[in-house]
């Protein structure tokens, strides 16, 4: 955390402090992902281990997203009707909790 705060490492975490990731210029965003979400790709690329697999997977997903200009949609969660807390906006909620990406 040292380095972020000295400005050696830019990033953000998604959604806590931003809605949506245009909203921070040139920073990396940080994602909260569950691999088993996604769709197998056709190819796992260099991968060795089940946990690079899981990464390149999202990985592929993502890509495929961005080519479809898809990506950017999936910053922006659907407002459920369901399982909300009375009295607080959906995106303090989202905030507090988190939400994963891909997830709609």
């Known amino acids: ?41 056709a190819s796992f690329g260099p991968c060795t281990t089940a946990d690079q697999c899981d990464a390149w997977k999202v990985l592929s997903w993502m890509r ?17 009707r369901f399982g909300r807390v009375e009295g607080v906006s959906f995106w303090d909620q989202v905030r507090f909790e988190g939400w994963i990406l891909g997830v709609h």
């Open 1 to 41: 955390m040292a380095q972020r705060e000295a400005g050696q490492i830019n990033f953000r975490v998604w959604p806590q402090e931003c809605e949506h990731p245009t909203d921070i210029g040139d920073a990396h965003v940080l994602v909260e992902s569950y691999p088993a979400v996604y769709p197998k790709p």
């Open 64 to 80: 495929g997203a961005d080519e479809q200009r898809l990506l950017a949609e999936s910053f922006s969660p659907p407002q459920p």
